[in-house]
């Protein structure tokens, strides 16, 4: 006898272009997709961005408390994790910095020369060629400061002489260079010097 067997008729498949296709996947996806479960997806990808608040505090940021003097089940009892005599378990162990346990320091060892006047005067440097870029024709603290050429205003301000000036320009600082004032003059400018 023979077998049989479930023969379906062959069907040709007909070629569908990829814009049709990616046109029905569309139109599929909108009609299965409520637009509740397209706004929960999209508050979803909103609430996982990384922002301040959420960042976690590094191990080892927040340190417990030694809790000392609580009896010997606290488990710092007795001489409260401070070791038995010496010179470290007493009240008022203050150790200088450089501290060697008593012997003669390594500071007090090194040769020592000269000294740091407190009355010495720091200058904040402006050279004459940075002073082209300033377009205005007098030249103060608050227009070198809105320029960028020095970061503070009440700190004192020196021109030095590099460069060359081109512009008749006058400069307001608290000291100048010989050469710096020489050009300034012989560019037709004229130079300030503010009381420091």
């Known amino acids: 006898m023979k077998e049989k067997t479930n023969k379906t008729p062959k069907t040709e498949n007909k ?8 046109a029905v996947e569309k ?7 409520k637009p509740v479960v397209l706004k929960q997806a999209v508050e979803k990808d909103y609430s996982n961005l990384v922002a301040l608040e959420k960042l976690p505090a590094p191990y080892g940021a927040h340190k417990k408390r030694k809790y000392l003097g609580r009896g010997s089940s606290s488990g710092h009892g007795k001489t409260s994790t401070r070791g038995s005599k010496g010179q470290t378990s007493r009240a008022g162990r203050h150790f200088y910095l450089g501290f060697e346990g008593g012997q003669s320091p390594l500071i007090r060892k090194m040769p020592k020369r000269g000294f740091v006047s407190n009355f010495r005067k720091v200058f904040q440097l402006v050279n ?13 603290l608050e227009v070198l400061k809105k ?8 700190k004192l301000v020196k021109i030095l002489g590099k460069g060359n000036i081109k512009n008749p320009v006058t400069v307001l600082a608290h000291a100048f260079s010989k050469r710096a004032a020489q050009e300034i003059a012989n560019a037709g400018g004229k130079v300030q010097i503010l009381n420091v």
Request: net charge positive; glycine share 2%; proline share 3%.
């Open 27 to 33: 139109i599929k996806t909108v009609k299965t997709v």
């Open 128 to 140: 004459l060629e940075s002073l082209n870029r300033v377009k205005e024709s007098t030249i103060t």
């Open 147 to 154: 320029n960028g050429l020095i970061r503070d205003q009440a």
């Open 15 to 22: 070629a569908v272009k990829p814009q049709v296709k990616k």
